[in-house]
C-alpha cells in the first residue's frame, strides 16, 4: 500500500450518501436485485460519477478505484409505486482514489479486473493472505 499512497495515488475523494440525502439516492441508486449485489443503475452511476471525477481531475488522473466504506439496501417507503411492494434503494459512503499510473518500477496495480467484494468477506483472511 505504500507505493500506492506514495507514488501513484494522485487524490482521494469522498461521497456520503449518508449527506446527499434520500433524493441523491432515489435518483441515481434504485437497487433492482433481488441479493445485495451492486446492480446495473447502481453500477452505472459509480462509474459515471468516477468519470466525471477523471475529467475534472486537476491532477490529471486516470484511473478510479470506488470503495464503499458503508452501503446499505433498504425499502424507500416514502415513494408511492404502481406495485404494493415499495422501491428498494442503495445507498453508502465510499472513497474514491484517484491514480495518474498504476505500474511502478515492477509493481503492477490492475484495478481493471478489480471485483467487488464484501469487506467482512475478507476479515478471516487478514492483510498477509490478500
Request: glycine share 4%; net charge negative.
Amino acid at each position: 500500500m505504500e507505493i500506492w499512497e506514495s507514488k501513484l495515488q494522485v487524490g482521494k475523494v469522498y461521497d456520503f450518501d449518508s449527506v446527499n440525502g434520500k433524493v441523491h439516492v432515489r435518483e441515481h441508486k434504485r437497487h433492482h436485485r433481488r441479493d445485495n449485489a451492486v446492480g446495473r443503475v447502481e453500477n452505472r452511476h459509480i462509474k459515471e460519477f468516477c468519470q466525471s471525477l477523471l475529467e475534472r481531475s486537476e491532477q490529471d488522473a486516470r484511473y478510479a478505484c470506488f470503495i464503499y466504506t458503508e452501503r446499505i439496501i433498504f425499502a424507500d417507503v416514502e415513494t408511492p409505486e404502481l406495485s404494493s411492494s415499495p422501491v428498494k434503494l442503495a445507498a453508502g459512503d465510499a472513497v474514491i482514489l484517484l491514480a495518474k499510473h498504476v505500474v511502478f518500477n515492477e509493481f503492477f496495480f490492475d484495478i481493471g479486473k478489480a471485483l467487488f467484494i464484501n469487506v467482512i468477506d475478507l476479515m478471516p483472511y487478514g492483510t498477509s493472505d490478500i
